[in-house]
């Protein structure tokens, strides 16, 4: 949540159902319980390390970093830390967003552009896919994502292609309007987003963003906001379900008071 970009004014907030939009007939509780059941976080055989601050802005990811050169950040604001980390580890780090000028904090491998990431490219947006190929023609090393876009994370991702989706070895996702989920047309929408996802890379760690709470209905609890960290199959060498929750890593996103990842999340 460390980042307060607004994209498409407000269109994607309209299209996922959030800020008291509701839309369609209500999602099955059964359907959305096989969805989470298949996001529940599995341990790869890396262990997750911290980078970022101690606080908003810093994420759980995989000890797998060795080999990936680029990153791709996509949403700014006023904390850079997780980027700078990257960058310390040897990452040119690919920043981008519409509402700022640059970075929270410059730095020699920072690449910054002033646009928001979508489904489309014009001179605001951009696709993933194309700017990529615009910063990195030809790459096909692996990569790392991290996308704190305030719910143009669905369209954005809708929009990528497979195989560029398959060059990020590690994905940090910040979802929101969860508990949508509840609502049968956004639903639709994130649960074709999550399927994509899952062909290639598997989930890791969830953080509940605590700044939010979650919202309760058959049996389940779905937290409003939450950072889910994608490890891709192909670098896991087992997937053992999580059981430990909080990890001793994370931290709170905000003063309020802590909010745990639901038992329905988790084995």
Request: a negative charge; one cysteine or more.
């Amino acid at each position: 949540m460390r980042k307060a970009t607004r994209q498409a004014g407000d269109v994607a907030v309209r299209m996922v159902g959030g800020a008291g939009y509701h839309v369609g007939s209500r999602a099955s509780t059964a359907d959305v319980r096989d969805l989470i059941d298949r996001l529940h976080p599995v341990h790869g055989g890396s262990d997750l390390v911290r980078l970022g601050p101690d606080a908003d802005g810093g994420y759980l990811v995989p000890d797998d970093l060795e080999g990936i050169t680029s990153a791709f950040s996509p949403g700014v604001s006023t904390e850079s830390g997780f980027e700078v980390d990257l960058a310390a580890r040897g990452m040119q780090v690919f920043l981008a967003d519409h509402s700022v000028e640059g970075p929270a904090q410059p730095h020699p491998q920072f690449v910054f552009d002033k646009r928001y990431v979508g489904s489309l490219t014009d001179d605001t947006f951009f696709t993933l896919s194309d700017w990529k190929n615009a910063r990195l023609p030809g790459d096909a090393g692996d990569l790392l994502l991290q996308m704190d876009v305030e719910g143009a994370e669905y369209e954005t991702l809708l929009a990528t292609p497979t195989e560029l989706l398959a060059q990020f070895r590690i994905m940090v996702i910040e979802f929101h309007y969860l508990h949508e989920l509840f609502s049968r047309s956004f639903f639709g929408i994130a649960s074709r987003v999550f399927d994509k996802l899952l062909q290639t890379h598997a989930v890791v760690h969830i953080h509940p963003n605590n700044c939010c709470g979650s919202v309760r209905s058959g049996g389940l609890e779905i937290p409003r906001i939450a950072e889910l960290t994608l490890h891709r199959r192909d670098r896991m060498s087992q997937a053992e379900p999580c059981r430990t929750f909080p990890h001793p890593l994370d931290r709170d996103n905000t003063a309020k008071p802590t909010l745990p990842l639901p038992a329905c999340w988790h084995a």
